[in-house]
């Protein structure tokens, strides 16, 4: 259980049929949030995640409404069913009646009231001892310097370097103050997602490949097939499908690196004997456009254009249909 912030706090009465202690209930609420629900909605309950800027709509920010604008009721049909033409699946056969009843309660209680911080990320209880080490990175963070600024010091080169290295993934600052809103092709990073489950993986060691102490078994699904004599076209795939699908797929297409080990369903093994040649090439920008109701695979096509999602198939079938053969 995850060191939290409520240390002091009053406890949240838990509804009477619940029968147990309030602090009890409401950090129950909270395990299964930190667990199930933060990915997009945030840690905060405020939405502000790299998911939410590709999703639209957005996941809820529950800061900015009141239990009496949001019923509890709706909450839970929401988490029951699922919300079509959104992000939100249905939690049903994932979640029992009573871990649903659990975490609607904490997000009632935690965001919408008390508007409180939950879990702090970036504590040693998460594995990030000396968060400090990345200082030079927090005004790139925060969006205070932009990527493209020119006349860096050294420290603040040594601080790009590091944000691009290890913050981009969660911490996406895509558009630079030297480009206009209104520009065709918004500026991008030097690095690709890494799956580091962050434990106890300190930055910069030298360390084996394990399960508990350093990047662990997931790393290994972050390596891109390289593949010979791409077309012009599946070189656009391969950029975009590293960009934006590999965060789920992994680099390899399996589907096996951290996220997509964590999501549930898992996210779909693109190597698997068969899969691509089953599906077709339609069938798979299909599911890119539209999107796979009931998983966390949403619609692609507010975000990528027909000759992009059309690129990534392409490239698709020729490394993972290869792979999985």
Known sequence: MLKTLRDGRPGTAAPAASGKPADAYHERGRKIYNFRCYFCHGYSGDARTLASDFLN??????????????GRDAMLTALRDGRPGTAMKSFKGI???????????FVRSEFMTAHAPNTRYHSPENGWANHDRYKAAYPFVRGEIALDQPNLTPEQEEGRRLYRASCVTCHDQPLTAHQSPAAEQPATWESRPLSYPRNN?????????????SASVYLKHEHAPQVAELTPQQKQGETLFQKNCAFCHGADGTGRNWIGAFLEPHARDLTQPGFLAALTKPGLRRVIRDGLPGTSMPAWNSVLTDGQIDAIAEYAFLAFRKSGS
């Not at 709509?57 to 949001?70: C, G, H, I, M």
């Not at 993986?201 to 102490?213: C, F, Q, S, V």
């Open 57 to 70: 709509p957005k996941p809820r920010d529950f800061t900015s409404v009141t239990p009496s604008q949001l």
């Open 95 to 105: 979640l029992k009646p009573d871990d649903m009843a659990a975490v609607t309660d």
């Open 201 to 213: 993986y300190p930055y910069g060691a030298d360390l084996p490949i394990d399960a508990m102490t």
